[in-house]
């Protein structure tokens, strides 16, 4: 992941997911939305609906409110689905526009596509996958840089599937999987650096939209605190504050989904931002990441210039013959700086100038 995030110093992928609703043509469109809009990847999702849900899975109450209420989930994912050969001429097509193309995989047989057909340069998982771990082990046996998103999860399931990941990135294809061998994987030093240089994880809430006073952007210090790896933001979340605050808080990866239409029948278009919207956050967040810098607390170099302007000096306040005491009557403190500083002012008291001062002269 780091070589994606260091040469942007903030990679947004605009999440057009299934807002193409099953169309080929509108997802070219949310491709050329997405490159004008300023994002580094455009992502969709690439899944057969009879590997991903039963034919009596529920929908979440969101898609409820924003498709069919009395079809399935099944049925609102089949009319969602983009073919595999749609996929590859998306990847062409991005290809020819200047962007990034990313698909999320929700299946054995997805994934594999995605890594040998389209061969994408990183493979990003849901949060419903967070404890998947024999897909998450197939993900990391691929070699491929991974972002992970980790709603509805707790420290103890990201560390998990970390070690999921670990195992698959540094085991042999013979070792035997398992909670003791994922456990132990992870604690390997060399396989912590592996997951540094490989993985990306990202804050996210599974709610469409997401409650602002339940988004909890303060635990992305607590990902990058308890696992030292780059950490991001997957917002659901309306408008593009939030967003533009997780850049500020330096969050190196930003996924947020984009739309030709709110207004359009689909689960995520309601919870989505269209274009211009969208180009307005990625301009934003561009700016709030640029403006982080460094944690030290220096002079900047724009401003050092301006050090001998602004600061100021202890002056003579009145003329000042040699030998006289200096005192609070005939000293003062004045710009420019250059001089002697002001923290000197009481050590100055009382004692004897060693010249003659005129006015406003710098003692």
């Known amino acids: ?122 493979l990003k998982f849901s949060s419903g996958d967070i404890t998947n771990a024999p897909f998450l082990l197939q993900g990391a046996r691929s070699g491929k840089p991974i972002i992970l998103s980790t709603g509805m ?35 390997q030093e060399a396989n912590q650096a592996i997951l540094a240089e490989k993985v990306c994880i990202l804050h996210c809430v599974t709610e469409y939209p997401t409650p602002l006073e339940q988004v909890n952007l303060r635990a992305m210090a607590t990902l990058a605190q308890a696992f030292d790896l780059p950490v991001g933001f997957s917002d659901h979340t309306m408008g593009i504050g939030v967003s533009v605050a997780a850049a500020a808080l330096g969050a190196c990866v930003i996924e947020k989904h984009l739309t030709l239409d709110r207004a359009e029948h689909g689960p995520d278009h309601a919870a989505s931002l269209e274009p211009d919207a969208f180009r307005r956050m990625v301009e934003a967040m561009r700016e709030a990441a640029a403006c982080l810098g460094s ?41 420019p700086g250059g001089g002697k500083p002001p923290i000197d002012y009481w050590e100055l008291m009382g004692q004897c100038a060693a010249r003659n001062y005129l006015p406003d002269d710098l003692i």
């Open 1 to 122: 992941m780091k070589e994606f995030v260091s040469s942007s110093g903030l990679f947004v992928i605009a999440e057009a997911g299934v807002n193409h609703n099953g169309s080929f043509e509108t997802a070219c469109a949310l491709v050329d939305a997405a490159k004008a809009a300023g994002a580094n990847a455009v992502k969709f999702q690439t899944f057969r609906a009879e590997a991903l849900a039963t034919a009596s899975s529920p929908k979440a109450e969101y898609q409820q409110r924003t498709t069919n209420a009395e079809a399935s989930q099944f049925d609102m994912l089949r009319q969602l689905e983009l073919s595999f050969a749609n996929f590859i001429a998306l990847d062409r097509y991005c290809r020819d526009v200047g962007i990034m193309f990313l698909s999320t995989p929700f299946d054995s047989v997805s994934l594999d596509f995605l890594v040998n057909e389209v061969n994408v340069p990183l």
């Open 295 to 335: 944690p030290r607390k220096l002079p900047a170099l724009c401003e050092q210039k301006n050090l001998h302007i602004g600061r100021r000096s202890i002056v003579a306040r009145t003329a000042i013959a040699s030998g006289e005491k200096f005192s609070s009557e005939n000293i003062a403190v004045k710009r």
């Open 153 to 187: 999860s707790t420290l103890a399931e990201v560390e998990e599937a970390l070690g999921v990941l670990a195992f698959g990135y540094s085991a042999s294809p013979e070792a035997k999987p398992g909670k003791e061998a994922f456990n132990a994987a992870y604690w």
